[in-house]
């Protein structure tokens, strides 16, 4: 099983660190033959907007929704972004693979980024998850087929849509490997 990182922009050696720590064999997607290559992938967080722009340079916006039709992808963060049907403040583009309204960086500017501790997730182990938010965006609608894992301020921050997963935080910066083992069980 490889997995790939989608590596055009954003903390994509941090979601590979982690991904390796939870077994998996990773490889850096820049191509659509890296994109051919791989069993699932992840979309790191970043700045969605710049991420588009570069899935345009490299002819990579279309192999990425054909991919999303078939395969797993987890998108974190931007990467949640890019995935959602619906894209608030402003609207713009996205892969429109998962029913999903999000508002990007709603949570406040850089200076408003934290590291809080979510109880009550779906995951197992440990009742206690940390998330790190970075500019974080909200997601504002859960549609058919999203169970929510974790909320954060009533508002939902990890979602799995079955094949897809999504999350508003960055789970490459904790130690815990959870979500990362999460999303891999979907490729077993």
């Known amino acids: 099983m490889l997995i790939g990182v989608l590596a055009l922009q954003g903390d994509f050696e941090a979601h590979g660190a982690a991904l390796r720590r939870a077994g998996a064999e990773v490889l850096e997607v820049r191509t659509k033959a ?16 710049t ?3 570069l899935m345009g340079y490299y002819d990579l ?7 999303g039709a078939s ?5 974190t963060c931007a990467g949640a972004i890019l995935l959602a049907s619906e894209v608030m403040n402003p609207a713009q583009a996205s892969l429109n693979l998962i029913d999903l309204a999000i508002e990007r960086n709603a949570y406040g500017r850089q200076l408003d980024s934290r590291v809080v501790k979510l109880s009550g ?14 500019r974080a965006p909200i997601i504002r609608r859960v549609g058919e087929g999203g169970k929510i894992l974790a909320t954060y301020q009533d508002d939902p921050v990890l979602v799995d849509y079955g094949r897809h997963m999504v999350a508003t935080f960055h789970p490459e910066l ?10 891999l069980a979907k490729l077993g």
């Open 121 to 134: 997730h779906g995951l197992e182990g440990d009742p206690e998850l940390e998330a790190v938010f970075i």
């Open 71 to 75: 395969k797993p992808i987890f998108g």
């Open 34 to 49: 890296d994109l051919a290559r791989v069993d699932g992938l992840v979309i790191p967080g970043g700045e969605s907007t």
């Open 174 to 183: 904790s130690n815990d490997l959870r979500i990362h083992s999460h999303f």
């Open 51 to 53: 991420m588009l722009k």
């Open 61 to 67: 916006f279309e192999p990425l929704r054909e991919f």
